[in-house]
């Protein structure tokens, strides 16, 4: 299995890979491991990979253009919904504090594939074109806070990696551990094929809302890009209508990714159009 990591710290890589089964099985050839520097797929001399948000708000955004164009260099130019810009047996992951929570079944889901690009963020947020229309899969690790998404993806590479054939020695151990059934609703303990996501997201370095609820989506610039504009309210510089329109695509995020965390019933009846 091919494995390509997006990063503004490739750095980072140098150590937690080095270690324990992933390493074993980097040795053994049952995973390859490469890591893409994102300010390599720049173009101006400060290597820019990030802007303000549309709409006002902390922070920057990570822009769509590097990050487009990083995954291109490995896959070929993105195609429309729903296979996104993966060929067959790819995933391009999205780590983001928005995304579903990761569960021991997608793990199983994404060991069957021959390749998995993860793209690690930072600042406040990725702008939201690559969720919709570049990333296969948005996906969170957990309801905390984090500087951004290479803890995260190490820890999606390596739970992948321990269910390769062969990277645990015993094929029965992977069987055997915590989580490793697949528990839903009916009880059912199966195998699922893998399906890619509708994903619509942004990063792992961000923070829920208060509210109970996700964070609402970013964009920067450019306002047009590749025909995908910027939301016409986030340019309105109406603040209250630019609020209201943040709250109603945060609770519409939620309800699609986390519904686990509407248990406010108010939350739940409210309308996101």
């Given at each position: 299995m091919k494995f390509d990591l997006i990063t503004i710290f490739p750095e980072f890589f140098h150590g937690p890979l080095d270690y324990g089964i992933v390493r074993r099985a980097r040795e053994a050839k049952?995973?390859?491991?490469?890591?893409?520097?994102?300010?390599?797929?720049?173009?101006?001399r400060h290597r820019t990979v990030d802007d303000r948000p549309f709409g006002g708000g902390e922070g920057m955004v990570l822009k769509p253009e590097p990050l487009f164009e990083a995954v291109e260099s490995l896959v070929g130019p993105v195609k429309e919904a729903p296979t996104r810009g993966a060929p067959a047996k790819t995933a391009i992951i999205l780590l983001s504090a928005s995304g579903k929570l990761f569960r021991q079944e997608m793990a199983r889901r994404f060991s069957q594939l021959e390749r998995v690009i993860l793209i690690c963020g930072r600042y406040e947020g990725v702008d939201e074109r690559v969720a919709e229309h570049l990333a296969t899969d948005?996906?969170?690790?957990?309801?905390?806070?984090?500087?951004?998404?290479?803890?995260?993806?190490?820890?999606?590479?390596?739970?992948?990696?321990?269910?390769?054939?062969?990277?645990?020695?015993?094929?029965?151990?992977?069987?055997?551990?915590?989580?490793s059934a697949i528990h839903d609703k009916q009880g059912a303990n199966e195998q699922i094929p893998y399906m890619p996501e509708a994903a619509e997201t942004r990063i792992t370095a961000h923070e829920p809302t208060n509210r109970g609820i996700?964070?609402?989506?970013?964009?920067?610039?450019?306002?047009?890009?590749?025909?995908?504009?910027?939301?016409?309210?986030?340019?309105?510089?109406?603040?209250?209508?630019?609020?209201?329109?943040?709250?109603?695509?945060?609770?519409?995020?939620?309800?699609?990714?986390?519904?686990?965390?509407?248990?406010?019933?108010?939350?739940?009846?409210?309308?996101?159009?």
């Open positions: 049952l995973i390859d491991i490469a890591i893409h520097d994102l300010r390599t797929f720049t173009h101006d948005e996906i969170s690790v957990g309801d905390f806070v984090l500087s951004g998404g290479e803890l995260p993806a190490a820890m999606v590479l390596d739970a992948v990696t321990r269910l390769i054939p062969g990277a645990l020695g015993n094929e029965d151990s992977a069987e055997n551990e915590s989580f996700l964070d609402y989506p970013h964009y920067t610039r450019p306002q047009n890009f590749r025909g995908w504009e910027v939301p016409e309210i986030l340019m309105s510089g109406n603040h209250e209508q630019i609020r209201q329109w943040r709250h109603r695509q945060a609770l519409k995020k939620t309800r699609r990714n986390r519904p686990d965390l509407l248990a406010d019933k108010n939350l739940q009846g409210d309308t996101a159009k």
